[in-house]
């Protein structure tokens, strides 16, 4: 299976599961959807930065030298697509299910502003995990060639 594939199908299925909650917790305490909807926007997000920070750390780990490793963008890129059109269709598709609140768009909105929304919910907190990574990683490699220096 292809990693971006995965990973689509993986932050496709996290933002099913978090709409559905979040679907529950405003029927359940309608005056204080707000603070559901930030904490469980906060729960994508942190997911998508984490797995792409992963993603680049272990690419590094692969390619110490950070030349010839993934395209991570592309990726990422192909795998937000994925999982935004995928969760839309599951996202219209349960709200059809009674006493099931996903929000209650209509399917032309889940996969055209929904999906570009959820697009953007995952690939922007991936692209600045991998970036944190990147640059983590060159400052250890940085500290590592000044010891080197100072040592000879």
């Known amino acids: 299976m292809n990693s971006w594939l995965l990973r689509g199908l993986g932050l496709a299925l996290v933002h099913v599961v978090i709409r559905v909650v979040l679907g529950f917790a405003i029927a359940q305490w309608p005056l204080h959807g707000s603070i559901a909807r930030f904490a469980l926007f906060a729960v994508v997000v942190v997911i998508a930065g984490v797995w792409g920070y992963a993603d680049a750390k272990a690419d590094r780990r692969d390619f110490p030298s950070g030349r010839g490793g993934a395209d991570l963008t592309i990726g ?39 999906a570009a929304w959820t697009l953007l919910l995952i690939f922007i907190p991936a692209m600045i995990g991998i970036g944190i990574s990147h640059f983590l990683a060159r400052r250890h490699e940085n500290h590592e060639s000044e010891r080197t220096t100072a040592s000879v």
């Open 76 to 114: 990422w890129l192909c795998a937000s697509a994925l999982g935004a059109v995928a969760a839309g269709i599951a996202c219209w598709v349960i709200g059809h299910f009674p006493k099931i609140d996903t929000g209650g768009e209509g399917l032309i909105f889940e996969l055209t502003s929904g």
